[in-house]
């Protein structure tokens, strides 16, 4: 079905039913009904503004912490992950666009001799990403470094805001109650305040955490990272599942991985969405039935059944 929606001068890439198990770490879901990948921030802003006012857009970086069910988006979804200019210095502060990824922010962090954002290399997701999860590992999450961002809004307007005006905790991140907003808004940039350190230690604190994640996460094969939030402090998603015996619990092609249990892979991409969500409910079910604990999830789950 052609688009009914006559789009003007825009640059990037506009299609229809785009797989978005071709945009996901988990390689399963089903189509977004329109797809743009804007060639950058002045694109996403014209795109935005041409869209109706009731149109349900979901935001991508990476999809490396996204479930999309096999009806899929009916709606837009915006690939932020590409539409992004270099990370660069602006006033003693790093500027980042949403749609650069994570290890290049902590890269170019190391280069400018510039410490805390080392864990950020571990982050297979963008700045977008990171700041709406408020993502982080080995004892540095986003929102700790965050100096301030700009939002942009459903017709494409910009809008500085400070760390003040947001709520921020383990993964979670959400506008102020009190904080003025006319809707729906998302991330465009981030600027990251961060303090001096030392380039050759950064690198060496970079390859030690990669070392680390190799040993320990099953990075070979397609996943979304940690699929339940920690339920508290000491008490781990993964332990808990594995004391469950659920490792290697299959479903379709998907499984519980036996590197770490708190993890689902999906090998080849052969199991579908509806494999790993069924899965993701049956691990609740089970932790829930034989540890009295509810997990809750990390990764977002979007869109329809088929
Ligand atoms: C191997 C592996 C290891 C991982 N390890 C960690 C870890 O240690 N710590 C951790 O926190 N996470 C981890 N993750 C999860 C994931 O990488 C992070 O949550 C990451 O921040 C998601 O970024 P993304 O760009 O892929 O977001 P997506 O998966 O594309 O989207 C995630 C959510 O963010 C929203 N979003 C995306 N871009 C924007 C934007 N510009 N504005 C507003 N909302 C937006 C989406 O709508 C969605 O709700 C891991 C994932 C994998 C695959």
């Known amino acids: 079905m052609a688009d009914p929606i006559q789009f003007h001068g825009l640059r990037g890439q506009l299609r229809e039913n785009e797989p978005m198990s071709r945009h996901v770490s988990w390689r399963a879901g089903g189509p977004a009904r329109r797809f743009f990948a804007p060639a950058d921030l002045e694109d996403l802003s014209l795109f935005l503004g041409q869209l109706p006012e009731d149109e349900p857009v979901l935001f991508v970086g990476l999809g490396s912490n996204l479930l999309v069910r096999e009806g899929g988006w009916r709606g837009t979804v915006v690939m932020m992950y590409g539409a992004a200019r270099a990370p660069r210095m602006e006033e003693g502060l790093l500027y980042a666009e949403a749609g650069v990824a994570c290890p290049k922010v902590a890269r170019f962090a190391a280069d400018q001799n510039l410490g805390s954002a ?69 991330f465009a940039s981030a600027h990251f305040r961060l303090p001096e350190g030392d380039r050759e230690e950064s690198r060496e604190i970079m390859k030690a955490l990669l070392t680390k994640r190799r040993a320990s996460q099953p990075l070979q094969l397609p996943n979304a990272g940690s699929v339940f939030r920690n339920p508290s402090e000491g008490k781990t998603a993964a332990r808990l599942i594995q004391a469950c015996g659920l490792k290697r619990l299959e479903k379709g092609g998907a499984r519980v991985s036996e590197k770490h249990a708190n993890f689902i892979v999906n090998p080849g991409g052969a199991g579908s969405a509806a494999d790993i969500e069924w899965l993701i409910e049956h691990i609740q079910q089970k932790v829930e039935e034989d540890k009295g604990v509810r997990l809750m999830t990390e990764v977002k789950i979007v869109g329809d059944p088929a």
């Open 118 to 186: 080392e864990w950020m290399t571990g982050i297979p997701g963008t700045v977008g990403g990171a700041l709406a999860m408020n993502a982080g590992c080995y004892g540095g999450e986003t929102w700790d470094i965050v100096e301030r961002v700009v939002t942009i809004n459903r017709r494409g307007q910009l809008r500085r805001r400070g760390k003040e005006e947001f709520e921020f905790g383990y993964r979670h991140l959400e506008l102020k109650s009190d904080v003025a907003s006319d809707g729906d808004e998302w």
